[in-house]
């Protein structure tokens, strides 16, 4: 199953968020964007989506932003997965109409694997995917890491 940009940049910024030193300021929308290169107005539905979703503390105004809501022990990914990605169907059997339908069991498949997947996320936390914090500090401030660097 591949997840959406929507989840995967939701568990970015919540990843970016978590392994910041405490700090006193909250985050802004162009500190996402600068990070990321990605839209302001994509990073703002997003953080007002986690926002809402209780993940985020957001304040709004002038001297608005936000901030981690819970502590990265206590997010757990596979509810941050299902929240956040608009479908989980694998496969619409419907459109267009597949004349096995009836007779399928490809559907039931589907539907014990994404079980699967699911708990699998279940069993981990942001905590679990931040635990190398000082690499991912690092990454950011080297500039000539890569993606292919990563491998």
Avoid at 55 to 68: A, H, P, V
Avoid at 106 to 124: F, N, P, Q, R
């Amino acid at each position: 199953m591949q997840l959406t940009r929507y989840t995967n940049y939701g568990i970015r910024i919540l990843m970016y968020l978590a392994i910041q030193p405490e700090r006193v300021e909250l985050f802004r929308i162009a500190e996402i964007t600068q990070v990321f290169e990605l839209s302001a107005n994509h990073v703002a539905k997003i953080v007002h989506h986690l926002g809402k979703l209780g993940y985020l503390k957001t304040i709004r105004g002038k001297n608005g932003g936000f901030r981690l809501a819970r502590f990265a022990t206590e997010i757990n990914l596979g509810s941050i997965v299902r929240e956040l990605e608009h479908s989980l169907v694998q496969v619409n059997c419907g459109e267009p109409y597949c004349r096995f339908t009836p007779v399928c069991n490809l559907k039931s498949i589907l539907a014990k694997a994404l079980e699967a997947y699911l708990a699998v996320l279940d069993s981990y936390y942001l905590s679990d995917i931040i635990n190398n914090k000082d690499k991912l500090l690092g990454s950011l401030a080297d500039p000539t890491i890569s993606v292919l660097n990563l491998s």
